[in-house]
């Protein structure tokens, strides 16, 4: 699977300790992330992690493109919850085409922790479930 990881900054952490916590998993995975969220998971765990820009300087649209060519499978987006923080427009777009493309995200531990132990029991043929004759599945059955 290919698997997204977005973390505003102080939710980096938290990430960290996730994907340390869940090394083994995501080890088995392709995993791309933002830059400086990519260079700290992969400081923390030693994963491999292919980075994108600063989700500020066009990351995060880097990610929901490769959403819309179907290259991304599993999200997990810690975002800040300060109440004064705004939405930006990238981030209501990644959602939104997490929705359009029933691509499974987590916004916080609690999901995250379902998704990645789904993931790990190896239950978590998604894809599969939803359209089994789609074009993503056929070309990876010819693959």
């Known amino acids: 699977m290919y698997i997204a990881l977005i973390a505003e900054d102080n939710k980096k952490e938290l990430m960290a300790q ?11 995975h392709n995993i791309c992330a933002t830059d400086s969220t990519g260079r700290y998971i ?18 995060m649209e880097q990610i929901s493109s490769r959403i819309s060519f179907n290259e991304i499978d599993m999200v997990f987006f ?20 997490c929705d359009v493309y029933n691509i499974p995200m987590a916004t916080n531990i ?3 922790e379902v998704l990645v132990t789904a993931l790990e029991a190896g239950s978590f043929n998604w894809r599969e479930f939803i359209n089994p004759r789609s074009e993503y599945n056929l070309r990876k059955k010819r693959m």
């Not at 930006?88 to 939104?96: G, I, K, P, S, V």
Request: net charge negative; aromatic share 8%; proline share 2%.
């Open 110 to 112: 609690a999901t995250a």
């Open 42 to 59: 992969a400081d923390a765990t030693g994963l491999e992690i292919d980075t994108f820009m600063p989700g500020s300087e066009g990351g």
């Open 18 to 28: 996730f994907c340390i916590a869940y090394c083994g998993t995501l080890s088995r």
């Open 78 to 97: 810690f975002r800040s919850t300060a109440s004064e923080r705004e939405v930006t427009e990238a981030e209501n777009n990644l959602l939104r085409l």
